[in-house]
């Protein structure tokens, strides 16, 4: 919209107006830029309240990234929960299917020679011992549950003496 005020021909304060108002500019640079007298734009500025519409933006756009923000922060606990929910019944699981004497294996019985049929050796090395798979559950466990605030859960963050005792027992 072109305007004609006090001798200044198309100044279009609707232009002016949405550029102050849209932010990151002052009356001063907005007279310069339109070739127009500051305090014509500061007395329009006054008279048609654009400083509260900028304030308004302002804290509406601010307030549109704040609940983006949210959202994209619950979504990823959502997310994480689902994982630590999976992961929790995969380690029940390997905790369940193992056997109930713990704590016979050695590192050395954790090898064992595997041959062909025409007697050559194929493997030397057999599934981790006990004692090492269930150190590896224990320390899955303390990784999972790191992050996560569980009233009463104070007894599980190290669960290393567990495993100690096992593999001297």
């Known amino acids: ?10 100044v279009d304060w ?14 001063r640079k907005l007279a310069k830029k339109y070739k127009v007298n500051y305090n014509q734009i500061s007395e329009r500025g006054s ?10 933006v302002r804290i ?11 959202e994209a922060a619950a979504d990823n606990a959502a997310i994480a929960a689902r994982i630590r929910t999976k992961l929790l019944r995969k380690l029940e699981r ?3 299917a193992l056997p109930d004497s713990m704590g016979s294996e050695t590192a050395n019985t ?7 049929p025409d007697g050559k050796r194929i493997t030397s090395v057999k ?3 006990k004692v090492y798979k ?25 669960l290393s003496p567990l495993v100690e005792l096992l593999r001297d027992g």
């Not at 919209?1 to 198309?10: A, D, P, Q, R, S």
């Not at 150190?135 to 009233?151: G, S, V, W």
Request: hydrophobic share 35%; charged share 30%.
């Open 14 to 27: 609707n232009a002016i107006r949405a550029e102050y108002i849209g932010g990151g500019t002052s009356y």
């Open 60 to 70: 509406k756009t601010l307030s549109r990234s704040v609940q983006k923000s949210a």
């Open 47 to 56: 008279r048609e309240g654009w400083v509260k519409l900028a304030e308004e």
């Open 127 to 129: 599934e981790a011992g």
């Open 134 to 158: 269930l150190r590896d559950l224990a320390a899955a466990y303390k990784d999972l549950t790191a992050d996560m605030q569980i009233a009463g859960d104070s007894d599980i963050e190290d």
């Open 94 to 96: 390997e905790i369940d």
């Open 110 to 116: 954790a090898r064992e020679n595997v041959y062909s």
């Open 1 to 10: 919209m072109i305007l004609i005020e006090k001798g200044n021909v198309n």
